[in-house]
């Protein structure tokens, strides 16, 4: 094994839980081991990974019982992917471990103590237990509103079952889009769930589709890496809709038009885009956060829909006249920075 390999699969092995909840999200934790039905997270109990070091071999460590086969950590990500070169498994590696991750519950709380809810904890149990969007619902869901391009959106991830809970009546189920909060070090504090139609074609028909919990406040669902220019809005979809037609920008959604207000200020950023709705809501949420940008040193530039916010005008205009409206307001330096200008 490489030096590079060895690297990856000992950082790999130190968040074995999340790397098995991650890309064998099909299993389960049962005791020390996370159980499924083998590399290519087919569900099933024949492979089994170690999530803790023994007297038995390091964590990381799986074997197939069915087949034989065993491995590491860099391996499942080889089988669950598809991945024929290492070269691309590195890469992969490397953008998960630099993704947020929930830290495990400690083994003997398990099963033990509930997270109260709509707590941080709670929040980040929901998180993990969640699975990558890629191939789901909720893809689907962002697909009808013309979403495509979901690079570095680690943060979003789909529930089959997510619970909701309507003022009236029983505990219901539905499938449902989480959502990371992430402060400026990266460690979740919350998360929002978009519950969704079975078939992802739209929100769940439920009174509130939409709720957060956790600590939110200055928090954001990053997307994509901040750095020194970066764009902050209100909803997912808004955000992700801008991200249409600047594909090389980091978004930072604060889900409502008051935590967009609220939103803290990564250390080296230079330039915001302040994206805000048009209603009396999202210009006061712009206002304050022009001039919290500007006492800061923080240039900051309004971004306008033409209609009620970006994914009206993605899916009402179309992609050329979302990219046309957006070009116009950017610094001219920005445009070739950060625009696709792709037909």
Known sequence: MSGIAQHLSRR??????????????????????WLVGDIRNTPGRSLFVRLQASAKGPAGKWTDAATGEHGDLLDVIRGSHGLPDFADVAKEASAFLN???????????????????????AARRLFAMS?????????????????????????????????????????????????????????????????????????????TPRKAMGDLLGSTVRIGVPNSVIAAGEGIETMLSLRQVLPNMAMAPALSASHLAAVLF?????????????????????????????????????????????????QQLGIDTLRTGVRVQLAPEDVVRFMSLAP
């Open 12 to 33: 790999l092995a130190d968040r074995a839980e999340a790397v098995c909840r991650h890309y064998l999200s099909n299993g389960r934790r049962e005791g020390r081991y």
């Open 266 to 314: 990564p250390p080296a950023l230079r330039r915001l885009y302040i994206v805000h709705d048009k209603d009396p809501a999202g210009d006061s949420a712009r206002d304050t956060l022009l001039e919290r940008a500007n006492a800061e040193g923080i240039e900051a530039i309004p971004l306008s829909p033409a209609l009620g916010d970006f994914n009206e005008d993605l």
């Open 99 to 121: 993704l947020p991750h929930p830290e495990p519950e400690p083994v003997a709380q398990r099963g033990i103590a509930p997270a109260p809810s709509g707590s941080t904890e």
């Open 131 to 207: 699975q990558p969007i890629a191939g789901t619902l909720a893809e689907t869901y962002l697909r009808r509103r013309g979403i495509t391009l979901l690079h570095g959106a680690g943060n979003l991830r789909f529930h089959p079952r997510c619970y909701y809970k309507p003022d009236n009546g029983p505990t219901e189920t539905w499938p449902a889009m989480i959502a990371a909060v992430t402060d400026l070090s990266g460690r979740i504090t919350g998360v929002h769930r978009t519950w969704l139609a079975p078939d992802g074609s739209d929100k769940a028909p439920v009174d």
